[in-house]
T-cell receptor
Framework: EAQVTQNPRYLITVTGKKLTVTCSQNMNHEYMSWYRQDPGLGLRQIYY???????DKGDVPEGYKVSRKEKRNFPLILESPSPNQTSLYFC????????????FGPGTRLTVL | SQQGEEDPQALSIQEGENATMNCSYKTSINNLQWYRQNSGRGLVHLILIRSNEREKHSGRLRVTLDTSKKSSSLLITASRAADTASYFCARIQGAQKLVFGQGTRLTINP
């Protein structure tokens, strides 16, 4: 089954404790991206990647890192999480370009205390 | 804001009625996409309309695009309870940055 998976689905952590949210897709997609969703603000793109070793900033990259060492994986790293990073996070992928149909993961609900 | 503007922010209608939601944007586009999100879940792609298209249909969904007004609308006909969800438009900004509108929260009342 074609899908985007994210782990963990739920995470409660404390300020400053490094964490990684994994994202993996099995559709051989080139384009992958991360979004955060906050009430009243819609979805905002954090980082995107056009292909292996090619990443670029979205609208809200501060406090986040990403890497794209393999085509299928695009982890989101919070080196020193803060409470303002409490949010619902989504990973998505698409064939080649951002303006193709995006396939979304199920989401990761992160709480930073 | 770099995001698109969607209106209304919330819409509540009776089952069987039609629902229309709108999306406006500021810069030129190659295409515009519409997505649905059920509460707290991942977004699901509904329709992609290209800049040279004026209207597109998919089942009970009809999307229109007016590039001169930089706006698009999504019409859901004969609404059902299962249509209760948030609906978002999305388009490219810059190189390959994808931006979403803030969404319309649609509630279908039985």
């Amino acid at each position: 089954e074609a899908q985007v998976t994210q782990n963990p689905r739920y995470l409660i952590t404390v300020t400053g404790k490094k964490l990684t949210v994994t994202c993996s897709q099995n559709m051989n997609h080139e384009y992958m991206s991360w979004y955060r969703q906050d009430p009243g603000l819609g979805l905002r793109q954090i980082y995107y990647s056009m292909n292996v070793e090619v990443t670029d900033k979205g609208d809200v990259p501060e406090g986040y890192k990403v890497s794209r060492k393999e085509k299928r994986n695009f982890p989101l790293i919070l080196e020193s999480p803060s409470p303002n990073q409490t949010s619902l996070y989504f990973c998505a992928s698409s064939n080649w370009w951002a303006d193709n149909e995006q396939f979304f993961g199920p989401g990761t609900r992160l709480t930073v205390l | 804001s770099q995001q698109g503007e969607e209106d209304p922010q919330a819409l509540s209608i009776q089952e069987g009625e039609n629902a229309t939601m709108n999306c406006s944007y500021k810069t030129s586009i190659n295409n515009l996409q519409w997505y649905r999100q059920n509460s707290g879940r991942g977004l699901v792609h509904l329709i992609l309309i290209r800049s040279n298209e004026r209207e597109k249909h998919s089942g009970r969904l009809r999307v229109t695009l007016d590039t001169s007004k930089k706006s698009s609308s999504l019409l859901i006909t004969a609404s059902r309870a299962a249509d209760t969800a948030s609906y978002f438009c999305a388009r490219i900004q810059g190189a390959q940055k994808l931006v979403f509108g803030q969404g319309t929260r649609l509630t279908i009342n039985p």
